[in-house]
C-alpha cells in the first residue's frame, strides 16, 4: 500500500510529515513547511509598487502522478478544492495505465520588430534576409551571457500584415522564460533593422504566442480502468468533439483544463497570464476557438492528447525569492523547463479527463458542492470542529449552499444548550 493511500484524510501535519520523510527536502524547504512561511514582506516591497501587504492563497499536493514513467508530487496553488481532489482521481486511475507521456516539440521564444512607412518592402525584405547573420550576431551582442548558457538567437523570419513588415527574432532562452533577453535582443537589432528597412519601427516585445515552445502531452487508458467503462469512454469523446465544434463548451471545457495548469504554474512562481494568453490564441489559430484537448477512442482505449504553448521557466522572475516556490521545486526534485512544461502539460489533462468524466455521467454540481461544503461552513460562521461537523452534514443534505449552511450551524449551536 502507497504511503500516500488516505493522503486527503490525513491532518496538515500528518501529510508533513510524509512529505518530509520519503521526499528530498533542503532545510529551509522543511522549515518553510512547518512553520508555513510565506514571501517576506521586506521582498514583496521590493518586487511590487505601491506594496501594502501579502496575499495566501492555498499550497496543496497531487502526491503521486507518474509522468514519462516516473513518480512526481506536484505542488499545487489554487483556493478551488475541486481541482486538487480532481487531480487526485485522475492521475491514480490514469496511473494504472501507465501514466502521461509528454513531449517538449521545441523551445525557443519569439519576439517582434514591426516596421511601418516602408519606401519599398519588397526590397526591405530582401536586405533584411541578406543580413540575417549580422541581425543575428547584434541581437546576440546585446545578450551575450545567453551564449556561454549554449543560446542565443537562431533565426529570423518576416511577415507582412497589411502595411507593416514585421521580423519576428526566435531565441533558445535555455532554462529562462526570456522576456527580458528577448526584449533586449530586439532593441539591440530594431536600429540595424530601420537602416536595412528605410522605415520606421513600431515597436519591439516578446510575443507571448509561444508556438516554437509547444509540449504535448498524452495518455491511454484502457476502458476497464474507467469507472463506466466504455460507455462513459464513449460519451467522453463525444464531449471533447463538442469542444471542437462549440466556442460556448471549448470556452469551460479549456478553463477547467487551467484549473490544473494554472495551479502548477503559480506554485513554481512562473507568469500564468502568459501561459493563458499564448494557450488561448492557440486555440483559435484556425480562426474558430477550439477545445485545446482531444480524446479519442482507439481500439479498447480512451486516449487523450494536449498541445499547449508551454514557455514556462526554472530561473529568474520570483522564482529565487519566494520560499514556497523554492520548497515547489524542492517537491518537484528540480527539474529542468522541458521537463516542467511536460508536467503542466500532464496536469491540464488530467484535470480535463476527470471534467468531462463527471459531466458525461454524475455532472458535475453534485461533487462540486460536496467539496464546497467546508467553504459554506467557515462562510456560514463555523468555528473549529464546527466546520468539519458542518460540512459532512451539508454533504448528507439535499440541499449545498449557504442558507443551508447557516441554518445547520444555528441547530448545531443550539443543541449545545439542550
Not at 526554472?314 to 529565487?320: L, P, Y
Request: proline letters at 4%; a negative charge; one cysteine or more.
Amino acid at each position: 500500500m502507497s504511503l500516500y493511500s488516505g493522503f486527503h484524510k490525513k491532518t496538515r501535519q500528518e501529510r508533513i510529515h510524509i512529505l518530509t520523510t520519503t521526499k528530498t527536502l533542503t532545510p529551509d524547504s522543511i522549515e518553510t513547511l512547518t512553520i508555513d512561511r510565506n514571501l517576506p514582506e521586506d521582498i514583496a516591497g521590493q518586487i511590487a509598487e505601491n506594496h501594502i501587504g501579502t496575499f495566501a492563497l492555498p499550497m496543496s499536493v497531487v502526491p503521486e502522478i507518474v509522468v514519462n514513467g516516473r513518480t512526481y508530487t506536484l505542488p499545487l496553488v489554487t483556493e478551488e478544492p475541486s481541482v486538487v481532489a480532481a487531480l487526485n482521481y485522475a492521475s491514480q486511475i490514469i496511473g494504472k495505465s501507465g501514466g502521461f507521456t509528454t513531449n517538449s516539440h521545441e523551445r525557443l521564444m519569439i519576439g517582434q520588430v514591426a516596421l511601418y512607412d516602408l519606401p519599398d518592402l519588397e526590397k526591405a525584405k530582401v536586405a533584411i534576409r541578406q543580413h540575417q547573420t549580422e541581425i543575428l550576431d547584434l541581437a546576440n551582442a546585446s545578450h551575450p551571457s545567453i551564449l556561454k548558457r549554449g543560446g542565443g538567437a537562431r533565426a529570423i523570419r518576416l511577415d507582412t500584415k497589411e502595411d507593416f513588415l514585421i521580423v519576428y527574432l526566435l531565441a533558445d532562452v535555455k532554462e529562462a522564460m526570456g522576456a527580458n533577453m528577448i526584449n533586449n535582443m530586439l532593441e539591440g537589432i530594431k536600429p540595424y533593422l530601420v537602416e536595412l528597412s528605410n522605415g520606421q519601427a513600431l515597436m519591439a516585445i516578446l510575443s507571448n504566442y509561444a508556438t516554437e515552445s509547444l509540449v504535448t502531452a498524452t495518455c491511454r487508458i484502457a476502458f476497464d480502468q474507467i469507472p463506466g467503462g466504455q460507455e462513459t469512454a464513449r460519451k467522453m469523446a463525444l464531449a471533447s468533439r463538442l469542444a471542437q465544434i462549440d466556442p460556448y463548451r471549448a470556452a469551460t471545457h479549456n478553463k477547467g483544463i487551467f484549473n490544473g495548469i494554472d495551479a502548477l504554474v503559480l506554485a513554481t512562481g512562473n507568469d500564468w497570464r502568459a501561459i493563458e494568453a499564448g494557450c488561448h490564441a492557440y486555440a483559435c489559430q484556425d480562426g474558430q476557438y477550439r477545445g485545446l484537448s482531444n480524446w479519442t477512442i482507439e481500439d479498447t482505449e480512451l486516449v487523450g492528447n494536449l498541445t499547449v504553448p508551454m514557455p514556462i521557466a526554472t530561473v529568474g522572475g520570483s522564482i529565487g525569492l519566494n520560499p514556497k516556490v523554492k520548497l515547489a521545486f524542492d517537491l518537484l526534485q528540480h527539474p529542468d523547463a522541458k521537463t516542467l512544461a511536460g508536467l503542466i502539460a500532464a496536469v491540464g489533462l488530467a484535470q480535463n479527463f476527470a471534467a468531462l468524466r463527471a459531466l458525461v455521467t454524475t455532472g458535475i454540481q453534485a461533487g462540486h458542492m460536496k467539496l464546497q461544503a467546508k467553504s459554506l461552513a467557515l462562510l456560514a460562521g463555523a468555528k473549529g470542529t464546527e466546520v468539519e461537523a458542518i460540512a459532512q452534514k451539508l454533504r448528507d443534505s439535499q440541499h449545498t449552499n449557504l442558507e443551508q449552511a447557516k441554518t445547520l450551524l444555528e441547530e448545531l449551536r443550539a443543541s449545545y444548550s439542550d
